[in-house]
């Protein structure tokens, strides 16, 4: 199984609302990520978990707050969010232990999220 | 801290026919790795091929073939026979050896259309 996997693919949600974005993959990645990536640019990165602790947030605001509950599973919390958060949001993991030839990131179909 | 650069924002090519995508990054490491990843309008990242910068020859993917010179810090795409399934956004990105996190450096991307 390579696969990451992505719910929802799509979503609107209001400024007041929360909603969560969830990730999920069964490589027995111990690095995961979020990006946030605008039409016609590259991926933005959010956060990194190594080994299930937030290794890397680059400098997100609150609005956004990630989870990792287990070395498979890592979620985005969202709340209070602006119309700019618009955007394709990808999960991504991978290997930390390297020269194993898989040093590569598997990405997810990713979240299309409207706020309005 | 390291940067990539993709300086060509969009290029096309004759169905069939080669192009060739260019990257060119920094860096004052001297292991690393180096990815170009596929982002069809169906917006699924996926690799289509990774170089060990450890490793003198090229890396080769059936019609995805790299160019890889270290000293010039360059790190080209060439697809041959192109089909209409290429076209996407192109992203060259950079992971270091080192560190925890496995954190991509992307480049800006460059948009491949293919005609008919």
């Known amino acids: 199984d390579t696969e990451v996997t992505q719910t929802p693919k799509h979503l609107v949600m209001g400024m007041t609302n929360k909603k969560s974005l969830k990730c999920e993959q069964h490589?027995?990645?111990?690095?995961m990520y979020w990006y946030k990536q605008k039409a016609k640019k590259p991926p933005e990165l959010m956060f990194v978990?190594?080994?299930?602790?937030?290794?890397i947030n680059e400098s997100v605001p609150s609005r956004f707050s990630p989870e990792c509950p287990n070395s498979s599973l890592l979620n985005l919390h969202l709340h209070a969010l602006q119309p700019e958060d618009s955007a394709l949001y990808l999960c991504a993991s991978s290997q930390l232990t390297l020269g194993t030839g898989n040093t590569e990131a598997f990405f997810g179909q990713g979240t299309r999220l409207t706020v309005v | 801290a390291q940067t990539v650069t993709q300086s060509q924002p969009e290029m096309s090519v004759q169905e069939a026919e080669t192009v060739t995508l260019s990257c060119t990054y920094d860096t004052s490491e001297s292991d690393y790795y180096l990815f170009w990843y596929k982002q069809p309008p169906s917006r699924q990242m996926i690799l289509v091929i990774r170089q060990e910068a450890y490793k003198q020859q090229n890396a080769t993917e059936n019609r995805f073939s790299v160019n890889f010179q270290k000293a010039a810090k360059s790190f080209s795409l060439k697809i041959s026979d192109s089909q209409l399934g290429d076209a996407a956004m192109y992203f060259c990105?950079?992971?270091?050896?080192?560190?925890?996190?496995?954190?991509?450096?992307f480049g800006q991307g460059t948009t491949l259309q293919v005609k008919p």
């Open positions: 490589m027995g990645h111990r690095a």
């Open positions: 978990y190594s080994y299930e602790k937030l290794s």
């Open positions: 990105a950079y992971r270091s050896w080192s560190g925890n996190t496995g954190k991509l450096i």
